[in-house]
C-alpha cells in the first residue's frame, strides 16, 4: 500500500483494533471507547476485510489475536502515536475548555493520599476534562506504558521502556500509624513486641522494615497483610496494631479520629516517588498541562507532609 491508498483507511477502525488488543474483549473495548458491543463488532468485521483475516479469535470470554494481529499491531502503535502527537501540535490547548480525556496510573498509596487534592485542583482548572485511573505498581508501570494504556504513571520506577521519560516527584518518609490509648512514643522493643500490618499488593509480609530491623538482629510480628491502604483506619481502630505507610498517607488518615502517626523508633528507606510517561507524549501540550498540575500538587503536599513527620 503506497501513501495515496491511506484515503481508504478509516483511522476509527484502527483505533478500535488497538483497544481490542489491549482489552482482549468487546464489551470493554466498547466501555473504554464509549460504543456500543454492534459498532465495535461491526468494526471488526470491516477490519477482517481490510487486511484479510480473523485478527482475533473467541476462546471464552476472550478475544486472542491471531500472528497477523499481533504484527499489524507491532508496527500500527507507533504510528497512532506519531499520529495523535501531530493533531496536538496543530491544536491549542486551553485547560478552561479543553473535554480531553486523561489515562493515567496510579500506585495505591498515592490514589488513596494525593488523587483526591489533585482532582480538586483539576476541577477548578479544567471542569470538562475525564481523568481515568488505573491502579499500578513498579512492576506494571513499564508495561502499560509500552501498551499506551496510560500516558503517565507515578509509582516507585525501575526498568522503564527506553523512550519513556521520569522525573522524581518526592521522596517518602515512612510514618508510624497507631490507634492505641497510649500517649506515649514507642520504644524500638515496643515496635518489635506489637502485632503489625502490612500493606501489600502482592500479599507479602516483609518489606523494607523487616531488612532495616535484621540489621539490628531484630524482628517485627506482622498479623495481617491488605491489599491497600484505605482499609488500615478501620483495622487499627480499637486495636495495638501498628502499620508503617508513606507521610502523605499518613497525613491523610490522620484526619480520621482516634488514629495518630509519629516517626517510627528506627531509620528506614525512604524511596523515591517519581513520574513517568510515555515518549511519544511527552510534547503533547494536553499531556505536559497535566504533569506540571501533578509535579505542583505534588510539591505542595510535600510541605504539609514535612510538618507531620517534625511534629
Not at 500500500?1 to 478500535?16: G, S, T, Y
Amino acid at each position: 500500500m503506497n501513501r495515496n491508498d491511506l484515503r481508504r483507511a478509516d483511522i476509527n477502525l484502527l483505533v478500535v483494533f488497538e483497544t481490542v488488543m489491549h482489552e482482549r474483549n468487546v464489551t470493554r473495548a466498547g466501555e473504554k471507547l464509549f460504543l456500543c458491543q454492534g459498532t465495535i463488532s461491526s468494526s471488526l468485521g470491516r477490519l477482517r476485510s481490510m487486511f484479510n483475516d480473523p485478527l482475533f479469535i473467541r476462546t471464552g470470554g476472550v478475544m486472542e489475536p491471531t500472528a497477523r494481529a499481533e504484527e499489524i499491531h507491532a508496527r500500527l502503535a507507533p504510528a497512532l502515536d506519531g499520529i495523535a502527537v501531530a493533531l496536538s501540535c496543530a491544536q491549542t490547548f486551553d485547560p478552561s475548555t479543553s473535554e480531553d480525556c486523561f489515562h493515567i496510573g496510579l500506585c495505591d498509596d498515592v490514589e488513596y493520599a494525593l488523587l483526591p487534592g489533585l482532582m480538586r485542583s483539576l476541577r477548578l482548572e479544567a471542569p470538562n476534562i475525564t481523568l481515568v485511573v488505573r491502579r499500578v505498581d513498579h512492576r506494571q508501570l513499564p508495561q502499560l506504558l509500552t501498551s499506551g494504556e496510560i500516558s503517565m504513571g507515578t509509582s516507585f520506577v525501575q526498568d522503564l521502556p527506553a523512550s519513556a521519560h521520569c522525573k522524581r516527584l518526592r521522596s517518602m518518609q515512612p510514618m508510624l500509624l497507631r490507634a492505641d490509648a497510649s500517649k506515649n512514643a514507642l520504644t524500638l522493643d515496643d515496635f518489635c513486641t506489637r502485632p503489625h500490618v502490612a500493606v501489600s499488593s502482592m500479599g507479602s509480609v516483609i518489606d523494607d522494615v523487616d531488612q532495616a530491623l535484621s540489621g539490628f538482629g531484630l524482628q517485627r510480628k506482622v498479623v495481617l497483610a491488605v491489599p491497600q491502604f484505605s482499609a488500615l483506619p478501620a483495622l487499627l481502630a480499637g486495636s495495638d496494631m501498628l502499620a508503617i505507610v508513606p507521610d502523605y498517607v499518613a497525613a491523610a488518615m490522620v484526619r480520621v479520629d482516634g488514629i495518630r502517626a509519629e516517626l517510627p523508633p528506627l531509620k528506614l528507606p525512604a524511596p523515591e516517588l517519581s513520574m513517568a510517561w510515555r515518549g511519544a507524549t511527552h510534547n503533547d501540550p494536553r499531556e505536559s498541562w497535566l504533569r506540571a498540575c501533578v509535579h505542583r500538587h505534588f510539591s505542595q503536599q510535600q510541605a504539609s507532609c514535612i510538618a507531620l513527620a517534625v511534629a
